[in-house]
């Protein structure tokens, strides 16, 4: 079992940066990569960036390539993700996640439903 804390979620205005961290915790094979997802209100949670266990390998969505950065930091068992220059429909609750193959992420890593342990998640609100 892996448990994943996100945390670093607020509100804040367009423009401005958010850092959000997600602490794993338990099985760490388990979480070798892993990915941030996000989801707003009436719409289906989606990929945001993914990273793989040694943090060669990064992944986006054209939404946020440019403005967001995902990194980590295995000695703190710790994921990132560096958001800046946010617009409103960046709105959404942010979920980080792990619990994926070396195999499947390769080539699902933007696959949800391909993750097997995900955090509570954390509430950003970006307003205009």
Known sequence: QVQLVESGGRLVQAGGSLRLS?????????NR????????????REFVAA???SGGNTNYADSVKGRFTISRDNAKNTVYLQMNNLKPDDTAVYYCAAGI?????????TDWKKYDYWGQGTQVTVSS
């Open 33 to 44: 990569h892993m990915g941030w997802f996000r989801q707003a209100p009436g719409k289906e």
């Open 51 to 53: 990273i793989s266990w």
């Open 22 to 30: 997600c602490a794993a915790s338990g099985r760490t094979s388990s």
């Open 101 to 109: 193959d070396s195999y499947t992420f390769r080539y699902y890593y």
